[in-house]
């Protein structure tokens, strides 16, 4: 299960092929087995994230359309309530935060289950992951290479679906921190325009250069994420309109394109 990618883990659970909390259980399973030479997942919420899969297996009702699945946020700019956060720094060892950042509250009105914090450079400046604070995150394909990084820092993140532990975690993008893990590491990775995933400004981002998506194990993934929090909000950076067709239902032949070069 935990080789198929978001949309068909969500799938999965809609369907009664397996529970959230046998998802959860799995992809938790997996994590602890890999994460001590993959040195990716810093943070973890596992009791809680176990209790959430149970409360959805237990009301029987699905709310969102990822409901079930599970995600990992960076140890950067994507608060969860409760969980400590670093921001790759020694400096930043401070009390875990009291609410959730605009990207986890999407997450979870969506159904997401965020099991925890993947490694960031420290304060995102780094085009690799090796704080001080927590160590160097290895790239799963070969461990004596980078999972990569940049400025806004996701390359744990990576590492993380490349390894299956999760179909898709949350990143963010200012100078390539979505880009280059996500080559370094094999997955898909999108920057998003600025203003398409509104967040706000106590978020943490260096808005609007850097922007908040993810990284996933399929473009359909990261489309249907993009529709999720696509969603503007009052009081967030400027947000771009919602598109007229959902992402996630664009397909076919695009046809001739131009790409502008400034």
């Not at 659970?13 to 993959?38: F, K, M, Q, W, Y």
């Not at 461990?143 to 390894?163: D, E, H, I, P, Y």
Request: net charge negative.
């Amino acid at each position: 299960m935990l080789d198929r990618d978001e949309c068909a883990q969500a799938a999965a659970i809609r369907d009664g092929e397996v529970t959230c909390a046998e998802l959860i259980g799995d992809a938790i399973h997996r994590i602890e087995s890999l994460n001590p030479e993959l040195n990716c997942v810093v943070a973890e919420r596992f009791d809680a994230a176990l209790q959430e899969a149970r409360e959805l297996d237990r009301v029987g009702v699905l709310a969102g359309p990822l409901a079930g699945v599970p995600v990992l946020l960076k140890d950067l700019g994507q608060q969860v309530a409760a969980l400590a956060q670093t921001d790759g720094s020694r400096a930043e060892r401070t009390g875990p935060p009291a609410e959730d950042s605009r990207l986890a509250t999407r997450l979870h009105e969506g159904g997401m289950i965020p099991l925890g914090k993947a490694t960031s450079p420290e304060f995102g400046n780094h085009p690799t992951s090796e704080p001080a604070v927590h160590g160097p995150a290895r790239n799963p394909w070969d461990l004596g290479r980078t999972a990569g990084g940049s400025s806004g820092g996701a390359a744990a993140a990576m590492a993380a679906v490349a390894a299956r532990m999760v179909p898709v975690a949350g990143a963010s993008d200012g100078a390539g921190s979505i880009r280059i893990p996500a080559s370094c590491c094999s997955v898909f990775g999108l920057k998003p325009s600025r203003g398409r995933v509104a967040i706000a400004n106590s978020d943490g981002q260096l808005a609007p250069l850097a922007v908040t998506h993810a990284v996933s194990r399929s473009v359909r993934d990261s489309a249907t994420l993009l529709d999720l929090l696509s969603a503007p909000k009052p009081g967030t950076t400027p947000s771009l309109p919602l598109p007229r067709v959902p992402f996630s239902m664009k397909s076919g032949d695009p046809g001739n394109l131009r790409i502008a070069v400034s």
